[in-house]
């Protein structure tokens, strides 16, 4: 089993920055981040490898990064340049396969409760 507990979301506007923590019980071999807008599917976001190996969405490259300490057992998403289609329900993912890059939510084994990520034009 693994704990994930995702804090850092709120409300800003189009062009500021929030960082996303997530606090972990343990790190498994590939975590990462997922967005869920009203009506929309879950979709992957960024994913971080055991290894150091990232992956991102191409609607967050350049503005996302996902990162990790280890002393503190905690992800990270920081998030630059926010736009109004960022607007989603934010959630942290762990136990992902591997394989296959960022993956789908199907590829993933734990998840945290979610924190809400708001931003306005």
């Known amino acids: 089993q ?3 507990v995702e804090s850092g979301g709120g409300s800003v506007q189009a062009g ?3 960082r ?7 790190y498994t ?3 990462g981040w997922f967005r869920q807008a ?3 599917e879950r979709e992957g976001v960024a994913a971080i490898t055991a290894g150091d190996a990232t992956y991102y969405a191409d609607s967050v490259k350049g503005r996302f990064t996902i990162s ?5 057992n905690t992800l990270y998403l920081q998030m630059n340049s926010l736009k109004p289609e960022d607007t989603a329900m934010y959630y942290c993912a762990a136990g992902g396969t591997l394989s296959g890059g ?4 199907r590829d993933y084994r734990y998840w945290g409760q979610g924190t809400q990520v708001t931003v306005s034009s």
């Open 38 to 40: 009203p009506g929309k």
């Open 68 to 72: 990790r300490d280890n002393a503190e």
């Open 16 to 18: 500021g920055s929030l």
């Open 29 to 31: 071999v590939k975590m």
């Open 2 to 4: 693994v704990q994930l």
């Open 20 to 26: 996303l923590s997530c606090a972990v019980s343990r």
């Open 102 to 105: 960022l993956g789908t939510s």
